[in-house]
């Protein structure tokens, strides 16, 4: 009876979001469709990093590398290949992360816990340092300037200079690539790799080889990074340094955490939580990242959850007034 | 050829710098399994405060003994009232705690300080050089690097002839089995990550006269120290004097042949310590 209900308003939320989303572009000015843009792209960027975090427990610092190599090949593709479609860049970027992943995926997996966590931060200062020196192709200190191609669907021509129809494009892409991803955690193969997190020998006694699990999860999680960092690209018309750098796998962890690791929507939460804040007190104090960096120390400290945590204890404390003890034993089970 | 003996000595004195860094690192890591990526931050600190100090004082000795100290404190706090407290949370959230406060640190050093590179000028005889067998080398480069020695050598005293340090290597060791034998193993922790934090600073002390004070210098140590720590292998002091070496070396020596591919070799070898023998050259198999 309880699991309808909280069914019911799931829907109820989803359909009120999407319509929210839908008509956005008709009700606010095209600053704030620009923040929501970078919201949405950042928010698959956050959902791939807690793939790895919160579904598998590996801690990478350096997940910034696909994101980075997804910018630069958009980047790269764009402007070498003449005539190159919109979607075409977009595949450029999200198989050069592909690749990158399963390559590095294969090198640094056989480690876990704090060597992984040490290993990936020095990968990253790797790529950081190639695309520094590649002046050639990187562009070096000056980045990479691009113009978003249009696309041609056949029947129409749309135009992507327009921040409205860059918006919906990103919107139907990369929102539907979170769905997917939300849907993963219920395929075989995302079951799996709770069952991995949760006891691993217990998982190779039932015969799953684990480090091929780790390994695909791993390389999907950079195919979606590198998704959304060929966007990012893509959205800004510009791919620099800060796309691959250390910082922006900073970035990746405080959204994340902010957010929640425990459940599927605190990083999407968190991104946005995070975009809104530096949007909003970038205008008081060039030093916003210590009150990010401060957020992210009390997180850790009290509210391990993140907001997801917080919202569903504040949830559970508000349940608890209206309700019986017993019911909330169910709750309990529901999780 | 005189440059070789010169970038030999110059990597030499880099390793100096590189081992007391990554010596804290990998004894606070192999005792309590805490990877501190703030380590470097100390490092940072200890420039930070010593420039201060000399634009009031203009004596190196003074802040040579302040600023450890004072990183001592401050390691002591971070561990007691911020580390202890997510101990229970488990090992990614003492990761994620450091990795923050890293943070933190970097974003204070450069509402403190401004974010653009500050220069410290050496005074008295450190400021001159020195005729070593034929070469003319600065003073100040062999000074760090007598430093380093010095330090190192208490250290290994430390650990190797006093009751303290027999505790501390057993409890690297295994310090659960020294818990149970009544050492208060939290209390000794915490010595070692604050000795880690004030060794870190002392770096950053010497450093500072000769690279830059700039809010970007944690992040560079600690990824030298990171490979130090990766090729040496986990825990290992010895490992950490060796790789130290070849990474001081490596970097001097790049510099000097290969100038674009320096950052890139200390990767390479590396990537080669971790194709070859992941655990490290002198780490416990993993």
Redesign the interface.
Known sequence: MMKQRSYGSFWMWGVFLLIMVVVLPLSVKSYQINLVTEMIIFGLFAVSYNLLLGYAGLLSFGHAMFFGTGAYATAVGLIHIPGLPFFGAVLIGTAASTVVGLALGALLLRHKGSYFALLTLAFNALFFAIATKWHSVTGGDDGLSLDRPDINLGFAQLNMSDINTFYYVTLVVIGSIILYCWYFNRTAMGQTVLLMRENEERMKFLGYNASITRLILFTFTAALAGLAGSFYALFFEFTSLSAISVDMTTIVVLMTFIGGTGSFIGPVLGAAVYIYLQDFLSDITDRWPLVMGIIFILMVLYAPGGLSGIITSLKEAWSKRFRKKGDIGMEGQER | MGEIPVFFLHGLVYAGLLFLVSSGLTLV?GMM???N?AHASFYMLGAYFSYSLLRVTDNLWLSLLICPLLLFLLGALIERY?LR??HV?G???E???T???A??IA??V??TWGNYPLGVNLTGFLAGTVNLFGLTYPVYRLFMFACAILISLIMAAILYKTRIGIIVRAAVDDNEMVNSLGINVPRVFMGVFAFGAALSGFAGVIAGPLLSTFPGMA?EI??DA??V??IGG?GSLGGALIASFMIGELQAFGTLLFP?LS??LI?ML??LV??IK?SGLFGEE?
Request: glycine share 2%; charged share 10%.
């Open positions: 890591f399994n805490v990877l990526f911020l407290r997510v949370y090992h990614l959230h990761l994620l705690l990795f923050g406060l943070y933190i974003e204070l450069k509402l992040t600690l990824i990171f490979v720590i990766v986990f674009d950052m890139a990767y590396m990537a971790l194709i992941p993993l």
